[in-house]
C-alpha cells in the first residue's frame, strides 16, 4: 500500500524531524507474491513428474523383458532415483502410459547388408525440483528425438520445462517463466498445466484479461488440482474490475475447494468493499472506472475523470508507458476511507486502487489534483514494475512528479544526518517515521535522477519489470546497488547543505 501524506503546506514547508533518530513505524506492507499458486504449481509438476515414472516402471513390470527398477532406499539418503530400462521386444509394441493412447514404435532405420539393432530406451532419473537441470533436459530432448515413437520422452521434456518455469515464478522472474512454458508446449500439447501456469504468471502480472483466459482454459482442462487457484484468480480478475458480486462469487467458489487463508481474505477483503461502496455509482472509461458515493458526488466524479485524463497524459510522456488495464479509482466520505483501512495522516492511498477520502468536496482543487497525480504514478510505476518497485521508489517519483526536489529538505536531511543518522534501513525497509522518510525517498529519487536522467528511472522500473530484483535493476541502469547509491547520496546532502 502506497499513501500520499496529507496536506503539508506550501512548499518547501514540512514538518520538523526529531532531534534524535526517527522512531521506527510499522511499515505498509506491500502485497507479496501469493505463494500459496506457486508452490502448488510446483508441487503438482513435481508429483506429476514422479508419478509418470513411477506408473511407466508399474506398467512394465509385468513384461518378461524387463530388468527390475533399481531404487534408493529412504536410508541411503540424497536425492531417490527411479532408474526404468525397458528393451525393445521381440515384436513392436507400445510403451502403455496412463492418459495415453498406444502407439507402435516405428522400427529402426536398417543399413543394407546388415540387420537393424536393438537400442535400448536411455534410462532417466525421476523427474522432480531436485533431479531437473539443463543437462537431462538435453538428454532427455536427444531420447525424444532418437525414440520419436516413444511419446514418454516428450512429456518428460515438457514437464522438466514446467518445473524451471515454477522455480522461476517463485523468483518473479515471470518473463523468463513464460518462455519455458513456451518450451513445454512445443514439446507436448497445451494443457491443464501449461494453462496453470500461464494463469498464475499473468495473475502475478496483473494483466487481468490474458489471466482470465488462462485461468477459463486451465478449468476447461480440469485443472488438476488447481481448480480453487483458478476461481480464486478469477475473483482478482473481477474483483479489480469493481463487479465485486462476481468476484465474491468466485472467492467462495474457490473457499469451497480449499479453505486457504489467502482465498479467505481475498473474499473478507472483497465483502467489506462491497458493503461500504453501497450506494456508489461508476463512471467507466477506457482508461479509468471512478466509483463515488451516487448523486452526491456525480460532479466530483467527472471532475476527477477529468483531472486524472491530464494526468494520465502527462506521465504517459514523462515515464514513456502506461498502464494495461483501466485503473480503478473509488472516492469515499473520510469515515469510509478509514473503514477500508486509508492511514489517518494521508489524502489517498494505491493499493491497486486509488482510493480517496473527498467526501463533501464539491470541486476538484489543486490539492486533490495533486494527490490525484500522486496516486496515479503509483499505478504507473506498478503496472510497470510490479510488486518489485520498493517504497523509497514508488513515494520518490510520485512527490518528484508533484514537483518536490531535493532542495526541498536538503537542510533538515542533513541535519539528521549530522546527528550521527543513518538512511541505510530507513529507505529500503520503509521503517522510519513518515515525516523523514518522504523528503529522503524524493531526495533519493531526485539524485538518481540528477545522475542519469528520468530516462534513468524508466530503465530501473523496466528492469525491475523484467524480473530483476532492485540491487540487481540499479546496478544494470546505475552500476551501484542500493546500499552504495544510498551512501552517496548521503554523503552528498552532508556536503551539499552542511558544508561537510
Known amino acids: 500500500m502506497f499513501a500520499k501524506l496529507g496536506d503539508r503546506g506550501p512548499r518547501p514547508a514540512r514538518p520538523v524531524a526529531p532531534a534524535r533518530r526517527p522512531l521506527a513505524a510499522p511499515a ?12 502448488i504449481l510446483s508441487v503438482i509438476l513435481s508429483a506429476s513428474g514422479a508419478f509418470y515414472w513411477q506408473t511407466r516402471r508399474s506398467s512394465e513390470a509385468p513384461v518378461p523383458e524387463a530388468r527390475s527398477s533399481t531404487e534408493a532406499s529412504p536410508g541411503q539418503g540424497g536425492v531417490r532415483e527411479v532408474i526404468v530400462e525397458v528393451p525393445p521386444p521381440p515384436a513392436p509394441r ?64 515438457a514437464a522438466a520445462h514446467l518445473i524451471l518455469a515454477a522455480r522461476e515464478i517463485r523468483a518473479r522472474r515471470f518473463q523468463e517463466a513464460l518462455k519455458l512454458v513456451g518450451e513445454a ?14 494463469a498464475v504468471i499473468y495473475g502475478e502480472l496483473e494483466s487481468w484479461e490474458l489471466a482470465e483466459k488462462w485461468a477459463r482454459t486451465a478449468l476447461a482442462y480440469g485443472a488438476r488440482g488447481n481448480a480453487a487457484d483458478m476461481h480464486h484468480i ?25 479453505d486457504d487463508p489467502a482465498i479467505r481474505a481475498s473474499l473478507e477483503k472483497a465483502m467489506l468493499e462491497s458493503r461500504t461502496a453501497t450506494g456508489f455509482d461508476q463512471k467507466r472509461l477506457s482508461h479509468f472506472i471512478v466509483s463515488y458515493e451516487g448523486e452526491t458526488m456525480e460532479t466530483t466524479g467527472r471532475m476527477v475523470l477529468d ?3 491530464r494526468s494520465r497524459a502527462s506521465l504517459i510522456s514523462q515515464l514513456g508507458y502506461e498502464p494495461e488495464e483501466p485503473v480503478v479509482v473509488i ?14 495522516w494521508s489524502a489517498g492511498l494505491f493499493d491497486g486502487k486509488i482510493r480517496m477520502p473527498v467526501g463533501g468536496l464539491h470541486q476538484v482543487d489543486e490539492q486533490i489534483r495533486a494527490t490525484l497525480h500522486h496516486e496515479l504514478v503509483h499505478a504507473f510505476i506498478h503496472a510497470r514494475a510490479g510488486q518489485s518497485a520498493p517504497r523509497w521508489l514508488h513515494e520518490g517519483v510520485a ?27 530507513c529507505l529500503p525497509t520503509a521503517q522510519c517515521d513518515v515525516r ?22 524508466r530503465d530501473v522500473l523496466a528492469a525491475l519489470g523484467e524480473g530483476n530484483d532492485v540491487d540487481g535493476s540499479l546496478r544494470k541502469v546505475l552500476g551501484k546497488d542500493e546500499g552504495t547509491l544510498i551512501r552517496d547520496w548521503e554523503h552528498f546532502v552532508g556536503r551539499r547543505y552542511s558544508g561537510r
Not at 505498509?28 to 508452490?39: A, G, T
Not at 525440483?129 to 538435453?138: D, G, K, Q, Y
Not at 472516492?331 to 489517518?344: A, I, N, V
Not at 518522504?438 to 542519469?452: E, H, K, T
Request: hydrophobic residues 35%; glycine residues 6%.
Open 94 to 157: 507400445a510403451l502403455v502410459i496412463p492418459g495415453f493412447e498406444p502407439r507402435p514404435r516405428p522400427a529402426p532405420a536398417e543399413t543394407p547388408g546388415s540387420e537393424a539393432p536393438d537400442r535400448e530406451l536411455p534410462k532417466l532419473p525421476e523427474l522432480n525440483e531436485s533431479t531437473v537441470s539443463p543437462a537431462l533436459i538435453e538428454q532427455a530432448k536427444r531420447a525424444a528425438l532418437d525414440f520419436p515413437g516413444e511419446p514418454s520422452f516428450r512429456e518428460y521434456v
Open 307 to 309: 483531472a486524472l485524463e
Open 436 to 457: 523523514i522518510f518522504y523528503p529522503a525517498a524524493v531526495s533519493f529519487v531526485d539524485y538518481l535522477i540528477q545522475m542519469r536522467g528520468i530516462g534513468g528511472i
Open 28 to 39: 505498509e506492507s506491500r502485497s507479496p507474491l501469493s505463494l500459496v499458486n506457486v508452490v
Open 185 to 198: 508446449e512445443r514439446w507436448t500439447v497445451e494443457s491443464s498445466q501449461t494453462a496453470t501456469a500461464r
Open 399 to 425: 512527490e518528484y512528479m508533484e514537483g518536490a526536489r531535493a532542495s526541498d529538505q536538503g537542510s533538515l536531511l542533513a541535519r539528521v544526518l549530522a546527528e550521527g543518522n543513518s538512511f541505510q534501513h
Open 234 to 258: 478469477l475473483g482478482k480478475v473481477y474483483y479489480y474490475r469493481e463487479e465485486m458480486d462476481k468476484a465474491i462469487e468466485e472467492f467462495r467458489l474457490a473457499l469451497s475447494l480449499s
Open 331 to 344: 472516492l469515499y466520505s473520510r469515515r469510509s476511507y478509514r473503514e477500508m483501512g486509508g492511514p489517518h
